[in-house]
């Protein structure tokens, strides 16, 4: 596997834009909405490096730009992304699941108590 390769793929948040356009071709807006906390500039810079490394192709329409996975230059490490997202997957369905089942009083906003302040007294 190329140094290019792993360098690509160090960074989770390369990872994460690899496992969005894995099995459909985004646009690159799609991409940055389902990054929130990332400007759209930092996904551009990492796709850049993602076409770069040639892990990813991109397609222009009109003015718009689509990427998608090429899941073969990535070789054995297409299979052991996949298992490590499905394994992520997985742990977050059942801690969703065993949050929902969990007895006792739900977890819920924390209240804080205003205390009164003390009336002045008179003279």
């Known amino acids: 596997m190329e140094a290019s390769v792993l360098d690509a793929i160090a960074s989770p948040r390369r990872r994460e834009i ?26 551009s810079l990492q796709l850049r490096s993602l076409v770069q490394a040639g892990l990813v192709e991109a397609r222009i329409q009109q003015r718009n730009r689509f990427y998608r996975a090429r899941r073969e230059a990535l070789g054995p490490a297409a299979e052991i992304l996949e298992n490590m997202w499905d394994d992520a997957l997985w742990k977050l369905k059942l801690a969703a699941e065993l949050e929902e ?11 804080v108590k205003k205390h009164k302040k003390p009336k002045k007294r008179e003279p």
């Not at 646009?27 to 389902?34: D, E």
């Not at 089942?101 to 209240?111: F, Q, S």
Request: hydrophobic share 40%.
């Open 18 to 43: 690899l496992r969005l356009v894995w099995d459909q071709e985004q646009s690159a807006g799609a991409i940055h909405r389902a990054m929130p906390d990332v400007t759209f500039g930092a996904v």
């Open 101 to 111: 089942a969990r007895r006792g009083p739900k977890r819920g906003p924390i209240r």
